[in-house]
């Protein structure tokens, strides 16, 4: 079992960064908590280490990993980023749920690219994981901290349950803020294309970019990950307007509805609650959780809510979407 170490993100404290440092420094692998998701490290300049995340998560090694830095200033030393016309306004939004697909030099490790000659950066916003990484002295390489195709682990008891045996060291902090992945993007000169919705939306980048567009899924494997299964429970998930469940649920309890405070209140039985649609951070944080409760949950399914597409909801309904099927 590896060992877990309780922190909070704003408090620095030297004897609990010690075990983490030391491990990532000597090849092994460590969780640590983020704004978007717990993510699962290890030093992106080394193979060996590399390789540990690919196997503790059964993740398809052509799915290169994003690489997490402490500080802007180390950029250029493992990428092109000078070459990044936009890169000031870029480094505006970090510490921050942004990831950035930039050319990559030879100190990021070919496990870690899965062989691209590009990698995505990120500057987390938790104090106490970028001290580890500049205390690691390398920049650390590291996915969600789940089983590969299983919803993202926003509790360290989501992490303990799937990879318990399989990491060094865990550290376990509040809640994420947002509750789902980073915005990857992919800029181009005064382009920029969304490879993955996050919690930075298209209205913020086109405060930055002339044009953001986003990348259609089978027209070409732009980021490799969107053509894996992703963020899924385990049971039958639909997703359907807040009229449609009312009507689906009538009546009935085989199906588990995942909505928002505000539907919520018009149902009698039981129900998992999201948060309300006037907070569409509250929603996405509780996200993940309420799927994983769905698995554990005595009920044959569930039946989420579908929110109207627009600002923050598109990266929502992006997780929504590939988690559940649209009940017709
Ligand atoms: O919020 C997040 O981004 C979290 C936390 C831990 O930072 N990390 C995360 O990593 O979600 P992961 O590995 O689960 O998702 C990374 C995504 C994948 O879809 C992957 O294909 C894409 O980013 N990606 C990574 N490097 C890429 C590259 N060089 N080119 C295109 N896509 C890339
Ligand atoms: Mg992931």
Redesign the pocket.
């Known amino acids: 079992m590896s060992l877990i170490i309780r922190i909070q993100c704003n408090n620095m404290n030297e004897e609990k960064l010690r075990p983490g440092v030391e491990t990532l420094k000597s090849g092994g692998t460590v969780v640590f908590p983020?704004e978007?998701?717990?993510?699962l490290g290890a030093d992106a300049t080394s193979d060996d280490a590399c390789m540990k995340i690919f196997n503790a998560k059964g993740r398809p090694v052509d799915?290169?990993?994003?690489v997490?830095f402490s500080d802007i200033s180390d950029l250029d030393k493992y990428t092109y980023w000078s070459h990044v016309a936009k890169r000031k306004e870029l480094e505006r939004l970090w510490p921050g749920?942004l990831?950035v697909?930039v050319k990559k030099k030879d100190l990021i490790c070919d496990t870690a690219?899965a062989g691209?000659p590009?990698?995505?950066v990120?500057i987390?916003d938790c104090n106490f994981s970028r001290e580890l990484i500049r205390r690691c002295g390398s920049p650390v390489a590291?996915?969600?901290a789940n089983v590969s195709g299983r919803p993202?682990a926003t509790s360290i008891d989501h992490i303990l349950e799937e990879l318990g045996h399989r990491v060094d060291i865990m550290y376990s902090a509040e809640s994420p803020r947002y509750g789902i992945?980073?915005t990857?993007i992919l800029p181009e000169g005064n382009k920029c294309t969304i490879?993955?919705p996050g919690a930075y939306t298209e209205e913020d980048l086109l405060k930055i970019f002339d044009s953001v567009g986003y990348a259609r899924v089978g027209e070409k494997v732009?980021?490799?990950?969107?053509k894996y299964r992703h963020y899924s429970p385990e049971k039958i998930l639909f997703r359907a307007s807040p009229d449609r469940i009312l009507q689906e649920i009538a009546g009935k309890n085989d199906l588990l509805p995942i909505v928002s405070t505000e539907l919520g209140e018009k149902i009698n039985g039981k129900k998992l609650v999201l948060g309300s649609v006037k907070d569409p951070i509250s929603i996405s944080s509780n996200l993940y959780k309420c799927l994983r409760e769905l698995d554990r949950s005595s009920h044959r399914g569930g039946i989420i809510e579908a929110f109207p597409e627009v600002g923050y909801f598109v990266s929502v309904m992006n997780r929504v979407k590939k988690a559940s099927i649209e009940l017709e």
């Open positions: 983020t978007t998701v717990y993510g799915n290169p990993l994003i997490h749920p990831t697909i690219s691209l590009t990698v995505g990120r987390p590291a996915p969600s993202s992945e980073s990857v490879l993955r732009m980021s490799p990950g969107m």
